[in-house]
């Protein structure tokens, strides 16, 4: 993206205001804190009638921001975005890693990977091209 790797981390490291740069988020705000640091603050995250708590999980400021997600579908056991950030030249290199478990046996590590290419369609390609619209608007 075209913006400075320290103000693309502001936005991501503002853990409760996604829903000021991601559309469809209706509501956002944190829900607990962690007096240690930010690793284990959790925020919610309203996007119509769906209710998602979004938990950190890693913390590598300026550079990995990384959460646990609970309230999809139960058959996805285990949801977790993963956000590195890297500077190149005077822009952003953003990758977003999504892992789903869906549990043992070849069936379901088959379904998390049809998930995964899913959801890199639908979810990270339109939460990087959201975070770079509003990252690169601040930047002029």
Sequence with gaps: M????QQVWE?????????QWLDGVDHSCILTTNADGPVGTARRV???RMTLVETITEFDAPTTLAYDIVGLPRWLRHFNNRWTLRADGSATAVTLTTTVDLGPGRTRELAA???????????????????ATRSERAHV
Excluded: E
Aim: with cysteine.
């Design 11 to 19: 936005m991501l490291a503002d853990f409760g205001a996604i829903g």
């Design 2 to 5: 075209r913006a400075d790797p």
């Design 46 to 48: 309203q996007m119509g």
């Design 113 to 131: 990977r049809l998930v995964c290419l899913l959801l890199s369609k639908m979810s990270s390609d339109t939460m990087l091209a959201a975070l």
